[in-house]
């Protein structure tokens, strides 16, 4: 009889094979799936690792060799079939499964490990996929369900033969105190297992036999992602994901995000203020994310499978080996935040990107749905945001000066005036994480300094809400937390579908929504008697005399129809639609903007 410590049982056969003309971007997804067509094969089939964007978006496909020295397939599983991982260093992703499918009939999983060896097999940022520890004993009649590695060594568990050590050293049964075992994780602690609750495996490396220390009970444990200080843990359930933090000696599972499905996997971005949490659920495939603001958010469909089969296995994508991964950086770019070294060795820091629009209502044109762009050719119209002055100053852009021709621009893309765009806190929305200054199109369109561009915010990708200001309109926010992140998101101000926070943020004019004007000083109101009111410099600015005079132009505030003149009475004044957005009977009634 062999010992169960015998060399033979392990193999390290680091056979290579590349994807060609495939390459991973660093830093993005990675989903590790199992597709068939037609009914399901139990003998099994090939395996495919699919890239995607932190929004979603597909990137390249790297399909495992099934053939040939480096072969990995795997099977169908309505639970766990396998794992995909990172390895500490972030160059390769490792993944377990078969050598081989099983003879057409035949279920693979229930095959001996000595007919078909049990296999790990990595990829790297090349697609060079390499299959460097087989068992032919270890995990008979089952199939391995996870994987760790600390960058030497590895190991695995599955349905059956608790935690196993696979080399480099003599291959070894860590632990069946617990047969199967959902998930492993190399971490700073140690090897984390997961079933039922979660333990660190022996102390150290542990390459002999060692017992389990349960950390904390979590029943039902599919997966876990450990915080790199060890304090944070979020766990996997079917239904759910758990957050787990560490108090002195106890582990508390302080709240939960909804996950409705089959969850199995989850990978987690712990380098952004707020940690993203990313999910795969097997049946059916999907991908999701959670936004941890410190609070249970809603989960954000980024994908689902196209076809049969199953997703098994989630992580991010491989780069280049770099030993500062993680550490603070500086990449010379004012417009992002948390800079730090990326898994392709790169300083490169976090931004969001925002596509609004609104209409502002003095301006607003409604038969022909756009605005007025009498403002762009003024000599006095302001190369800079002309926001600090009014109190508003910008958190970053304030020196920066509109681009050469934005303002000989003409059409519906020709610039109206400039904006204010801001990322708010979720939880207290009162607070201003970051204010852009930003420039209005004749559609409604925020757009960049150079007149194209949606805005680009040194921010972590998230959930805000947005809000956006003018100087002399009311300033409007949306009601519900928006996720933003890589890709361009959205926020149309000038639908009524767009909830704002508050009560009639918004003016209906026709069928769109604009922001109320008459808020001439800029103070969150509209006044028309009274101290601060908004009609008196009106008539200062013509002269404070003759109320028929005019101004024209000039880049003024009181100017709200912002057609270049600045008129106390007679047509097109701008007093009248102050007069008008505070009810038109009581002149000593006030409309407030509807901002915390």
Request: negative net charge; contains cysteine.
């Amino acid at each position: 009889m062999r010992s169960p410590h015998a060399p033979a049982l392990a193999l390290f056969l680091s056979f290579t094979t590349s994807a060609a003309f495939a390459q991973f971007t660093p830093g993005r997804l990675a989903v590790l799936e199992f597709g068939y067509t037609g009914s399901i094969p139990q003998e099994g089939g090939p395996l495919v690792i699919r890239e995607f964007a932190p929004d979603g978006t597909p990137g390249v496909v790297m399909n495992v060799p099934s053939t040939g020295p480096s072969a990995m397939v795997n099977c169908h599983s309505f639970v766990l079939g396998a794992s995909l991982a990172l390895t500490p260093s972030g160059d390769k992703l490792i993944f377990s499964g078969f050598t081989s499918t099983a003879p057409t009939g035949t279920s693979l999983i229930s095959t001996s490990a000595a007919a078909i060896p049990r296999a790990i097999g990595t990829v790297d940022i090349n697609g060079v996929f390499e299959r460097p520890w087989t068992t032919s004993t270890y995990f008979n009649s089952g199939t391995i369900y996870a994987t760790a590695t600390d960058g030497v060594n590895y190991w695995a568990a599955g349905s059956n033969n608790g935690i196993c050590y696979l080399g480099p050293g003599t291959p070894t049964v860590i632990n069946t105190e617990v047969s199967a075992q959902n998930a492993l994780s190399f971490h700073s602690l140690g090897l984390l297992a997961a079933a039922h609750n979660i333990y660190r495996v022996g102390s150290g490396i542990p390459t002999a036999p060692a017992a389990l220390e349960p950390l904390f009970g979590a029943p039902g444990v599919m997966d876990l992602q450990m915080s790199p200080d060890g304090t944070v843990c979020y766990t996997a359930h079917i239904g759910s994901v758990k957050k787990w933090v560490l108090s002195g000696s106890t582990w508390t599972n302080v709240y939960s995000f909804n996950a409705p499905g089959w969850l199995v996997r989850i990978a987690v971005d712990f380098a952004a203020p707020q940690p993203v949490i990313y999910g795969v659920h097997n049946i059916p495939s999907k991908l999701e994310k959670w936004v941890d603001a410190g609070a249970p958010s809603a989960p954000i469909l980024l994908a689902t499978m196209s076809g049969n089969g199953n997703w098994y296995g989630l992580s991010f994508t491989p780069g280049t080996f770099c030993s500062t991964v993680g550490q603070p950086c500086d990449d010379s770019d004012p417009t992002t935040v948390n800079d730090h070294v990326r898994p392709d060795c790169a300083c490169r820091g976090d931004q969001v990107h925002v596509a609004a629009k609104v209409f502002l209502e003095g301006p607003f044109i409604p038969v022909a749905g756009t605005m007025l762009d009498a403002l762009r050719t003024l000599a006095t119209f302001p190369q800079t945001e002309p926001y600090t002055a009014l109190g508003l100053a910008p958190t970053s852009g304030s020196g920066a000066t509109i681009g050469a021709g934005v303002l000989s621009v003409t059409g519906n893309n020709a610039i109206v005036d400039w904006v204010l765009l801001e990322l708010r806190d979720v939880v207290d929305p009162a607070t201003v994480l970051h204010r852009m200054p930003s420039l209005l199109q004749r559609d409604g369109d925020v757009v960049a300094l150079d007149g194209v561009n949606a805005l680009s915010l040194p921010a972590a990708p998230g959930m805000y809400r947005i809000a956006v200001r003018h100087r002399n309109h009311l300033s409007a926010m949306t009601l519900n937390a928006i996720a933003l992140g890589d890709v361009a998101v959205l926020v149309d101000f000038t639908l009524a579908t767009t909830a704002t926070y508050g009560t009639n943020a918004l003016k209906t004019v026709g069928s769109v929504q604009v922001l109320w004007a008459g808020d001439v000083n800029c103070n969150g109101q509209v006044k028309y008697a009274g101290g601060a009111n908004d009609r008196d410099p009106i008539l200062s600015a013509i002269g404070g005399s003759v109320p028929t005079a005019t101004v024209n132009g000039q880049y003024r505030q009181e100017d709200l129809n912002m057609n270049s003149q600045v008129r106390y009475a007679g047509g097109s004044n701008d007093r009248d639609l102050i007069l008008q957005n505070i009810g038109g009977s009581v002149p000593t009634a006030v409309r407030n903007a509807q901002l915390p």
